[in-house]
């Protein structure tokens, strides 16, 4: 007898046996899925293995209900990246196997395609004379059609006819059904792939860059591409795709937010004559099981996708390139915790194929890895073009009048760089009309009782709205707690700006981009071309505006407080808005004529911005690299963060304390393991539960995984593990 071991995607960190099926039919296989009974459901979980005999008695077995998968879903590779995974995230491998499949599988569709069916004439139906059907028109007609060309079941309508009449004729062996098999596209494109479109003359930088990945690029090598806003990154993707592409390979790249950059995704179209599939978040689960088809049998060329596209099926893999390596949005927030650039380094690996990361601000786990050896650097220091970098300067606006938020010096510049007919980008990343409302009379101020933070204005909707767990109430005029009208918004946001501007500059279009006014299909684009038509604009925008996007006329970019994060109590703050101050400035001057910066701050000479002005991202990331290193933070320890939370502000810290004290003490204990906690989260309270967390720290990424493994059984044991939800999070980036 054999047994299956099956992965369910069950919270329960172990596999389970079931027995064969009892028919003569399809029999597992691994990394196919079963339909099993679990409990009193049936759920469908991948087999992973077989084995002599059960730990259970043969009589508890049960039996798998059906077989769906003849072949595994998994390329070896994949295979071994998500087991990988689910060990070092600590999750069961049937729901990391789970999440790695495209929706409808998870739902027991077929992986193959159904085959289409057919009608063919039959050498009978060639040889009898349509003159013998004369007494029955419509199977003389059927007959006449099938002499032709074979009919797929499925468009017998189209053609006037119909199934009954055609089973007549099957009935008289002058036709028949058959199975037909699309034939595989496979190397289609491959065939007739060329280079379209126009290769610009790379620049020093970047030919040294294409050279030495173009080296390796047959086997597995990890190289980050640190090259300033504009220095043609993505010149140089697409360069390095040329040979893999010829080779008849697949890339696969990663992007953090298609959306909002169609015009990369254009540029990779433009480029080859090949097929690109885009998995973007507008594709409904039957398109997104589709790519996946494809790009599995090999006939898609390229595959960009956010985060989860990583978890794509290839044929032939050829390179996998991660664009703004750096951004956050590569980490899932929930659920099961991952960091895409991580694993896609894995899978690179694993594949042996290279990989290449491209930043102008690369993250600092990122840039150790380039200190140890891990990944290689090479850098583009100059723009591409004949753009030339941007003049930056802070504004200290303390004491100063500001209109919308604005310094009197920014209002002249902005009118210069109008007057020239240039446009100008103004940095806000505070949607809404303005961040809260206030009682002038009493003081009161509107707030979230589910998160007990203030509720953002949105004046033109006549809305309060919590930007944390997004609940609405209607604006009243008056204060619910003194019944005053006379109530003041504070804190100036992107409504209010585009209010102030229409009147300061009249006259002038300004296009305000967040996620207020793009929600709407196709408003985005309509926003993006009214900007690329040119001409004197102002763009106002929220963090949406600062990644990848290349206005050609803006050369004037200001961002209008740059302090909320430099006095944040979180370490990685720092790193963070370094980032996003560095991609916004690069959004100026960048098709050769020259851009400008304005920062607006109360604090000029904070050593941050000092930094990051004088010397640069790279310099700020060095530095800052230093400063972990004396403290002992990531990327120099591991961190993992155990988190909890509850809805009466009290079990959350017991169960962690009660965790506290078991890691503490023997067995588990680990005198080079730091704790600390239990403290309340960033967010102490969102959408009425409280959040507390634990944060544990290794100085070594292995032993702290060691450690966990110890520890997590124990940790269902503890009294308080029931009574709250609790999860654990690997490398976090927000503690
Ligand atoms: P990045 O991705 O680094 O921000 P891009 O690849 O988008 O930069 O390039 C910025 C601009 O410079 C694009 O308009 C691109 O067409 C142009 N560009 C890139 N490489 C070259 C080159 N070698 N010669 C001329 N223009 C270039
Ligand atoms: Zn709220
Ligand atoms: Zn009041």
């Not at 209010?496 to 009249?506: I, N």
């Not at 309509?526 to 925008?541: K, P, T, Y």
């Not at 970019?557 to 370490?571: G, K, Q, R, Y």
Request: with cysteine; proline share 5%; net charge positive.
């Amino acid at each position: 007898m054999s047994v299956v071991q099956v992965a369910l995607p069950v919270p329960i960190l172990r596999l389970f046996d079931y027995l064969p099926p009892n028919t003569h039919g399809a029999q597992p296989v691994i990394g196919g899925r079963v339909r099993v009974p679990f409990g009193k459901r049936k759920i469908i979980g991948i087999v992973v293995g077989f084995q002599e005999r059960s730990d259970l008695p043969e009589t508890q077995l049960k039996q798998i209900i059906e077989v769906l998968d003849t072949k595994s879903l998994y390329p070896p590779p994949l295979w071994r990246l998500l087991h990988w995974a689910a060990g070092y995230y600590h999750l069961p491998v049937g729901e990391v196997l789970k999440q790695a499949l495209p929706v409808l599988l998870r739902h027991g569709k077929p992986a193959q395609e159904k085959p289409l069916w057919q009608w063919i004439i039959t050498k009978k139906g060639q040889t009898t004379t349509l003159e013998s059907l004369k007494f029955a028109p419509k199977q003389q007609q059927a007959l006449a059609v099938l002499r032709h060309q074979p009919i797929y079941r499925h468009q017998v309508a189209e053609k006037n006819l119909n199934n009954a009449v055609l089973q007549v004729l099957r009935n008289k062996k002058l036709c028949d059904l058959r199975e037909y098999h699309q034939p595989q596209q496979q190397s289609d494109w491959r065939t007739r792939f060329i280079i379209k479109g126009t290769q610009l003359k790379l620049n020093t930088d970047q030919t040294i860059a294409v050279g030495k990945i173009r080296n390796e690029d047959e086997r597995y090598a990890a190289w980050l591409l640190s090259g300033i806003t504009g220095s043609g990154k993505t010149e140089v993707y697409l360069s390095i795709l040329e040979n893999i592409l010829a080779r008849g390979k697949q890339a696969l790249v990663l992007v953090p937010e298609i959306s909002l950059t169609p015009q990369t995704t254009a540029r990779f179209r433009e480029r080859f004559e090949a097929p690109v599939d885009v998995l973007h978040s507008a594709l409904n689960d039957k398109e997104r099981f589709a790519v996946w088809q494809r790009a599995r049998r090999g006939e898609s060329a390229i595959i960009i996708g956010t985060r989860s596209a990583l978890f794509t099926p290839l044929l032939q893999p050829g390179v996998i390139i991660i664009d703004e390596e750096h951004d956050s949005s590569y980490k899932q927030q929930e659920g099961w915790r991952y960091q895409a650039r991580d694993l896609a380094v894995f899978r690179a690996r694993e594949e042996n194929i290279p990989i290449v990361m491209g930043s102008a601000t690369p993250a600092l786990e990122t840039l150790h890895n380039v200190r140890r050896g891990k990944y290689r650097q090479l850098d583009l220091t100059r723009r591409a073009g004949s753009a030339k970098p941007a003049l930056q300067q802070l504004v200290d606006i303390k004491g100063q009048q500001l209109i919308g938020g604005l310094a009197p010096v920014l209002i002249s510049k902005m009118r210069q760089h109008l007057q020239a007919d240039n446009q100008v980008l103004l940095f806000l990343n505070r949607r809404g009309y303005s961040s809260a409302l206030l009682c002038h009379d009493c003081g009161w101020v509107a707030e979230c009782q589910r998160c007990e933070r203030y509720y953002t204005l949105h004046k033109k909707q006549r809305q309060l709205r919590c930007h944390y767990c997004n609940s609405q109430c209607l604006l009243s005029n008056q204060c619910s707690h003194c019944g005053s009208t006379h109530l003041l918004p504070v804190g100036v946001g992107t409504e209010q700006l585009e209010q102030h501007l229409c009147t300061l500059f009249s006259g002038i279009p300004v296009s305000r981009i967040d996620r207020d006014t793009t929600s709407r299909k196709g408003a985005l684009e309509q926003h993006l071309a009214n900007v690329h038509r040119g001409g004197a604009h102002i763009l106002v925008g929220t963090q949406m505006l600062a990644k990848g996007h290349h206005f050609c006329d803006v050369t004037l970019v200001s961002m209008l407080n740059v302090d909320s994060a430099l006095f944040s109590t979180d370490f990685r703050a720092a790193e963070r808005f370094a980032q996003l101050c560095t991609q916004v400035a690069g959004r100026a001057g960048r098709a050769g004529k020259q851009g400008e910066v304005l920062l607006q701050t109360y604090h000029p000479e904070h050593p941050l911005l000092q930094t990051l002005l004088h010397q640069g991202y790279l310099a700020f990331a060095q530095q800052t690299l230093l400063e972990r290193q004396s403290v002992m933070l990531p990327p120099w320890t591991s961190h993992a963060l155990f988190r909890a939370q509850d809805r009466d502000n009290h079990q959350a810290a017991e169960f962690l304390q009660q965790l506290r004290k078991l890691l503490e003490a023997n067995p588990l204990k680990d005198t080079s393991v730091w704790l600390m906690g239990p403290v309340p989260a960033l967010q102490p309270k969102l959408c009425g539960l409280w959040r507390w967390q634990l944060l544990v720290q290794h100085a070594s990424r292995k032993r702290l995984q060691q450690f966990l493994n110890n520890a997590l059984p124990l940790v269902k044991r503890l009294p308080a593990a029931h009574k709250v939800m609790w999860t654990l999070d690997v490398d976090p980036i927000e503690s």
